[in-house]
């Protein structure tokens, strides 16, 4: 049974930074890509960013591009995510998002494993 658990989040002032953590496990190989959407009440779904653990090619949505990095670590099947220079329209709950698939398939959301979610609040 896959399970992904992730950790991190909280509330920061605009301009700081948060990393979220994403700890994936029941895979049977590194043959899939994991990483963030994130939701605010309201509005659909959208995909942050998200690495290949096999090949670690990584996407970015251009709303984070240069302020987000997506890292891997193989060995301990962990992602993590570090937010930099963070904005009020940063604020959602982060959905740590995996499934056997490619980056354009993880775009289109063909996804069937999901974290618990986590709440990242930027204040102005």
């Known amino acids: 049974e896959v399970q992904l658990v992730q950790s991190g989040g909280g509330l920061v002032q605009a301009g700081g930074s948060l990393r979220l953590s994403c700890a994936a496990s029941g895979f049977n190989h590194d043959d899939y890509t994991i990483g963030w959407f994130r939701q605010i009440p309201g509005k659909e779904r959208e995909g942050v960013s998200c690495?290949?653990?096999?090949?670690?090619?990584?996407y970015y949505d251009d709303s984070v591009k240069g302020r987000f990095t997506i890292s891997r670590d193989n060995a301990k099947n962990t992602i993590y995510l570090l937010m930099n220079n963070l904005r009020p329209e940063d604020t959602a709950v982060y959905y740590c998002?995996?499934?056997?698939?490619?980056?354009?398939?993880?775009?289109?959301?063909?996804?069937?494993?999901w974290g618990q979610g986590t709440e990242v609040t930027v204040s102005s």
């Open positions: 690495i290949s653990m096999s090949d670690g090619v990584k």
């Open positions: 998002a995996a499934d056997v698939t490619t980056i354009t398939g993880w775009i289109n959301q063909f996804i069937g494993y």
